[in-house]
């Protein structure tokens, strides 16, 4: 079936409709700029054919500006990057304009400042298998984790999860703590 034919007969409906990341598609223009996003946009997608991979519909997608077939996104897995195809002889200048309208504008960018004066806080971690510290700190207080023993518990346990850390005390023995009373120590020179 010609592409022209398949445009012609394509299901428009809501449920057939596939949201655009205008980001990427302001990429494929060699623009590479950060997209404000409008509420209601004016490029629409649908699919011409569509599958799943995994939990999301993925596959090749019919582009329109202001209901003007201009391109095919192609997207045929869900980690994938989708590749854009464009209307030969179609004039492009239109929807990079548009794209470019919706750039954010450096004063229009939010961030989130702080103070050098600040507590930094505490970090935690929920399971035994996420550290990556052979200290942690428990009352205040570091402790050496005896990971010898926690990774044996570890193993004991048919899910692989422990919520249990085993800390060597002052007294060089081996103690059951829940990891929830524990923090991570900061990546210091003095820590």
Not at 10 to 29: P, V
Not at 40 to 57: A, M
Not at 110 to 116: I, S
Request: with cysteine; hydrophobic share 35%; proline share 4%.
């Amino acid at each position: 079936m010609k592409i022209s034919d398949i445009i012609n007969n394509l299901n428009k409906t809501k449920t057939n409709e596939y949201s655009i990341c205008l980001k990427r598609l302001s990429d494929a223009f060699g623009m590479y700029i950060d997209i404000n996003y409008p509420d209601k946009d004016i490029i629409k997608g649908y699919f011409i054919v569509n599958w799943y991979c995994t939990d999301q519909s993925v596959g090749q997608v019919a582009l329109f500006y202001k209901d003007v077939f201009f391109g095919i996104m192609s997207k045929s897995a869900r980690k994938n990057e989708p590749h854009f195809y464009f209307v030969k002889d179609l004039d492009l200048t239109p929807i990079k304009e548009y794209l470019k309208s919706l750039e954010i504008q450096p004063d229009e960018v939010e961030l989130d400042y702080f103070e050098l004066d600040e507590e930094f806080g505490h970090c935690t971690v929920s399971y035994s298998s996420q550290l990556m510290h052979t200290n942690l700190i428990h009352n205040g207080k570091l402790y050496e984790v005896d990971y010898k023993l926690t990774r044996e518990k570890e193993l004991l346990n048919p899910f692989r999860i422990l919520k249990d850390v085993y800390l060597i005390n002052e007294n060089g023995e081996s103690v059951s703590v829940p990891l929830e009373e524990c923090t991570l120590p900061f990546n210091t020179n003095n820590s």
